[in-house]
């Protein structure tokens, strides 16, 4: 019988292993799933501290670090701490990002990489500590670091940053012959302080409008808009200009004033259109210049010193220093220098332009004159009247009226016509139901060709126009340069004379009438190219190149020839007599009275363009009788002025 029980127990056996094994395999997965819901949750740590990093790297970057939450400290203490720190950098703003980041636990630690491009285009970069803090299911950025240091800068917390910058020296504008056509000169910056006023800011404004010339109410609103201790730039003055000033500037209340050296030509008004002005820079110059400068710097404000700001210009120097609670700087945490401006050449004679801008002084009208070197092409003068308004010397944009007849004449000569030749001067010439008219109605009847030319006789032009195609006073005025593309390096106004499109339009066209323009510089490379028998392209700027010059080009000899023959006629024995007895080399010259507008009679421009010597000229009066009666006269001053 117990034999016959013996083969349970194997059984038995078997079932207590199984369930042993099933025990070992659930505790197996019970171990993974919870090591595998512990690195779950270690990742999403992980996640969640860089994500308070970056979204505190992101508010900082945007100007607003008190836009998140903190660890420690409260989010508006944090911002105005960060505002505090910044007051100093002329409002730049960094890039942020966190640089890497270890956590343990509850706390991950790494850097934020800061870069801030500072103005002129300095860039200053370093690394400050980053700490995560974690705080139930929040992770934030701990808004203290150790040792009372920032956690914006490597600076102490109660520290606050101070940019100052090294202004670069400025390049010189130089003239024919490396003459320094600009140099430092004495001026005196007025400003107004606003915390030193004693009245409102309208009536200091008021006064100093009356003293000044300058917009009171805009002064106004810029003084109200200022903080208190600010210096509001309300002019710059030669010392020579403040000089007589000072008397009634220095007992106002609330106006202060600042010394120094600024860029400036010989004298107020010499070539002030062409050159511009050195000065404070303005808003709209800040904005433009995306960092290149801050307020109170001193920069190009107009004409070809703005133009070639960044070459004038140079690079300033800056530098960011730590400025403890005890208000003494300490060694600079960053600096670059100053990289000095470069120097502008340009063709300009000192000696040409000041008689240029002595003639102009006290014009009564606008005017403008223009002067070229006939050998070379190159811009001696450019003065226009008044000096501080439009460069029209080199972009007005006037009809020449009889000056245009030097273009049409040269056509003439090349399709046969002889000085000679008889050539009617009637009272009037109608054309297409058009009557032109002589100035004062002058009638001079048959003459020959050089009268009409002398006398300036727009009848005998008008006459002369049918032998003229549609397509030949635009070629005749290219060859002299009028109208076609120039390099000067600055903006000028060529000319503009349409292809012809009617009889009509061409008799008007002849005699510089109709829809023909020119400025006077134009003018003047036009009468320099007949002075000298071709072409040669003006140049103004020298250093730096501004582009390639066409080869000159030849005037038909023969005509060139026969017309400065005439063009000496004006001036001895006809509109430009004015001239005769001017001292020096024989002038020749072609006047011109060019009507406009739609008054009835309409007013004229009065001009006069020759040359004397190698010295070609053009003298615009916006408005005259007559070219002889005002410009020429105008042009006799300067012509004389020239001579030792």
């Known amino acids: 019988m117990s034999r016959s029980s013996s083969p349970a127990r194997p059984r038995r056996a078997g079932r207590v292993v199984a369930a042993v094994l099933a025990v070992l395999v ?85 850097s934020v990489g800061v870069r801030w491009a500072l103005p002129g285009g300095a860039t200053w970069s370093y690394d400050v500590p980053l700490r995560v803090l974690r705080s139930g299911d929040r992770w934030a950025v701990q808004a203290t670091a150790a040792a009372g240091r920032s956690i914006f800068a490597p600076v102490a917390a109660t520290s606050t940053l101070r940019l100052q910058r090294v202004p670069a020296a400025r390049g010189q504008v130089l003239g024919a012959g490396g003459v320094p056509l600009v140099s430092e000169r004495p001026v005196v910056d007025v400003g107004v302080q606003p915390s030193r006023l004693k009245g409102s800011a309208a009536a200091l404004a008021s006064t100093l409008a009356g003293l000044l010339d300058v917009d ?52 107020r008004d010499f070539a002030r259109a062409l050159l511009g002005s050195v000065g404070p ?70 000696t040409v332009q000041q008689a ?58 090349q399709r046969g016509l002889a000085p000679s030749d008889i050539v009617a ?97 134009a003018m003047t490379v036009a009468t320099a190219s007949v002075a000298r028998g071709s072409y040669v392209a003006p140049t103004l700027v020298v250093d730096p190149a501004v582009g390639v010059a066409p080869a000159p080009a030849p005037l038909d000899a023969s005509a060139a020839t026969t017309l400065r023959s005439l063009m000496r006629s004006v001036v001895t024995s006809g509109t430009g007599d004015a001239l005769a007895a001017v001292p020096g080399p024989p002038v020749s010259a072609k006047t011109g009275t060019a009507e406009f507008g739609t008054a009835s009679p309409p007013a004229t421009h009065a001009w006069i363009t020759g040359w004397q010597g190698d010295v070609a000229f053009t003298v615009f009066v916006d408005t005259g009788r007559s070219g002889g009666t005002v410009a020429g006269p105008v042009a006799a001053r300067f012509l004389t002025a020239l001579r030792p």
């Open 26 to 110: 659930l505790g197996a997965a019970a171990v993974a799933a919870v090591l595998v819901s512990r690195d779950r949750a270690a990742a999403q740590a992980d996640r969640d501290a860089r994500s308070a990093a970056t979204a505190f790297a992101a508010a900082w970057q945007s100007g607003s670090p008190g836009s998140v939450p903190y660890a420690s400290g409260a989010p508006d203490a944090v911002q105005q701490s960060y505002a505090a720190l910044t007051r100093g950098l002329a409002g730049a703003r960094p890039t942020v990002s966190v640089r890497g980041l270890t956590r343990e636990r509850d706390a991950a630690t790494g």
């Open 216 to 267: 009171a109410a805009r002064l106004t609103k810029r003084i109200t808009a200022a903080g208190k201790d600010s210096f509001v730039d309300v002019i710059t003055l030669r010392r020579s200009d403040y000089d007589p000033l000072s008397n009634k500037l220095k007992p106002l209340p609330g106006v202060v004033f600042r010394e120094r050296t600024q860029a400036l030509a010989p004298t």
């Open 356 to 413: 240029a801008d002595a003639t102009l002084a006290g014009s009564p009208v606008e005017a403008a004159l223009t002067a070229v070197d006939v050998r070379t092409g190159a811009v001696l003068a450019v003065a226009s009247s008044p000096s501080s308004g439009l460069n029209r010397a080199m972009l007005g944009q006037y009809p020449p009226g009889s000056m245009f007849k030097v273009v049409s004449t040269l056509v003439l000569l």
């Open 281 to 350: 820079v303005t808003a709209e110059q800040v904005t433009a210049g995306k960092g290149r400068f801050v307020a109170g710097d001193v920069a190009g404000t107009s004409g070809l010193q703005r133009q070639y700001e960044e070459r004038l210009g140079g690079v300033a120097g800056v530098s960011v220093s730590e400025v403890p609670a005890s208000g003494t700087a300490a060694a600079p945490l960053f600096s670059t220098d100053a990289v000095p401006g470069q120097s502008l050449n340009l063709t300009i004679d000192p």
């Open 425 to 521: 001067c009637p009272p009037t010439a109608t054309v297409e139901g058009r009557a032109f008219r002589n100035y004062e109605s002058e009638q001079l009847g048959p003459v020959p060709f050089s009268t009409d030319f002398a006398t300036s006789c727009n009848t005998a032009f008008v006459g002369l126009s049918s032998r003229l195609g549609d397509d030949d006073l635009t070629g005749a005025a290219a060859s002299l340069g009028i109208g076609t593309p120039w390099t000067l390096g600055a903006p000028a106004f060529s000319g503009s004379v349409p292809r012809t499109t009617s009889a009509l339009d061409r008799a008007a066209a002849t005699f510089g009438q109709g829809r023909t323009l020119v400025s006077p510089l």
